[in-house]
T-cell receptor
């Protein structure tokens, strides 16, 4: 699976949009981009995933560049509860399931 | 709708001992994966079980073994514990061999002294 590069930390003011970048320049055509987050003392939580098109759900939006070499996770109105480590993961679905390579992620701090 | 449950939540063992951690998947899920998360690091994949068989394995020694039961629940066993095995052990479940996202439990904190 392709490797990803994320900034180690970011800050965001409460109520503003949080834009978390991820670089995956070696991504292959059949690899998906997944985002998970981990709030302190909890297990990782699935946020969103996509292949080529931009995706949106009740939690966030995922913007994937046309060449698929980078993506941005957008939390439209960040709250204090969004403070967490955010992981961008690229993986291909194998016939017998898949393993996720988490990396170190981006530690997002939402401030009042 | 119960999510992924893990037991125990905390455990303290002595070097050289053996430990068994347990996981019940989210209702409707049939695939279980185990991850190890050292302090300050992202989770590392240990192995995955589907249809009671180990389907994928990460870069972990044979001291780490597992089992999946007919009701889809799973156990992680670690033999001959080392100090370096101290970590948060996470269980995740998903639906079959699909693109479905993983749902994680809150983990078992293992401390080896």
């Amino acid at each position: 699976d392709a490797k990803t590069t994320q900034p180690p930390s970011m800050d965001c003011a409460e109520g503003r949009a949080a834009n978390l970048p991820c670089n995956h320049s070696t991504i292959s055509g059949n690899e998906y981009v997944y985002w998970y987050r981990q709030i302190h003392s909890q297990g990782p939580q699935y946020i969103i995933h996509g292949l080529k098109n931009n995706e949106t759900n009740e939690m966030a939006s995922l913007i994937i560049t046309e060449d698929r070499k980078s993506s941005t996770l957008i939390l439209p109105h960040a709250t204090l509860r969004d403070t967490a480590v955010y992981y961008c993961i690229v993986r291909v679905a194998r016939n017998s399931g898949y393993a996720l390579n988490f990396g170190k992620g981006t530690s997002l701090l939402v401030t009042p | 709708d119960a999510g992924v449950t893990q037991s125990p939540t905390h455990l303290i063992k002595t070097r050289g001992q053996q430990v068994t951690l347990r996981c019940s998947p989210k209702s409707g899920h049939d695939t279980v994966s185990w991850y190890q998360q050292a302090l300050g690091q992202g989770p590392q994949f240990i192995f995955q079980y589907y249809e009671e068989e180990e389907r994928q394995r990460g870069n972990f020694p044979d001291r780490f073994s597992g089992h999946q039961f007919p009701n889809y629940s799973s156990e992680l066993n670690v033999n001959a514990l080392l100090l370096g095995d101290s970590a948060l052990y996470l269980c995740a479940s998903s639906l079959g061999e699909t693109n479905s996202p993983l749902h994680f439990g809150n983990g078992t904190r293992l401390t080896v002294t």
